[in-house]
């Protein structure tokens, strides 16, 4: 099972663009890469998620290398609502029988 | 839209009681959801996989006869912790995936706990 590898922890300036790494370097070519965050005692909430093309959404963009062995995360302008513990994983199995796996997460502070 | 609702939010049980925890999908149907545990300070566990119509796959290291899960309908899924111990307090999360194109997964709101 491909695990993720993240920073404990990062600091942004509110206003800023927030940029969070991931490594996933036994990723197969067909797993999904998916990105939560949680706030304080709440359940994740979905960001993103790619296979190997780059994402945007509303809330973020999804940069995957052309190995697929990372990724990052991009939240354009962060604000202090974006502190929060994100995410990244790598989804075991596909289709009906994928889950998801939690690894450790890195907490980003986002200082005004 | 791809609502999960949990309740209650929060309970507070005497140990040797059992308690039941309700995920719901509001708008969907969900024939997969997910129960997961977190402690203070840590990440999400993965407990067991739960399927509509029929038995819950359980994590490695996770008691089956302790958690028990039900999934008996299409938008319902209900883990009991039963004989609960001070140990079993924790943050309880249910998930469920969503059938698109994609196979997103959308979570609830977590159940805290406490076991006295």
């Known amino acids: 099972d491909a695990k993720t590898t993240q920073p404990t922890s990062m600091d942004c300036a509110e206003g800023r663009a927030a940029n969070l790494p991931c490594n996933h370097s036994?990723?197969?070519?067909?797993?999904?890469v998916y990105w939560y965050r949680q706030i304080h005692s709440q359940g994740p909430q979905y960001i993103i998620h790619?296979?190997?093309n780059n994402e945007t959404n509303e809330m973020a963009s999804l940069i995957i290398t052309e190995d697929r062995k990372s990724s990052t995360l991009i939240l354009p302008h962060a604000t202090l609502r974006d502190t929060a513990v994100y995410y990244c994983?790598?989804?075991?199995?596909?289709?009906?029988?994928?889950?998801?796996?939690f690894g450790q997460g890195t907490t980003l502070q986002v200082k005004p | 839209g791809a609502v999960v609702s949990q309740h209650p939010s929060w309970v507070i049980c005497k140990s040797g009681t059992s308690v039941k925890i309700e995920c719901r999908s509001l708008?969907?149907?969900?024939?997969?959801m997910f129960w997961y545990r977190q402690f203070p300070k840590q990440s999400l566990m993965l407990m067991a996989t739960?399927?509509?119509?029929?038995?819950?796959?359980?994590e490695q290291g996770v008691e089956k006869d302790k958690f028990l899960i039900n999934h008996a309908s299409l938008t319902l899924s209900t883990l009991t912790v039963t004989s609960a111990h001070p140990e079993d307090s924790s943050f309880y999360i249910c998930?469920?995936?969503?059938?698109?194109?994609?196979?997103?997964?959308?979570f609830g709101s977590g159940t805290r706990l406490t076991v006295v």
């Open positions: 998930s469920a995936r969503i059938q698109s194109a994609y196979y997103g997964y959308t």
């Open positions: 036994t990723i197969s070519g067909n797993e999904y």
């Open positions: 790619g296979l190997k």
């Open positions: 994983i790598v989804r075991i199995g596909s289709g009906n029988t994928g889950k998801l796996i």
């Open positions: 708008d969907f149907q969900a024939t997969t």
């Open positions: 739960s399927n509509e119509g029929s038995k819950a796959t359980y």
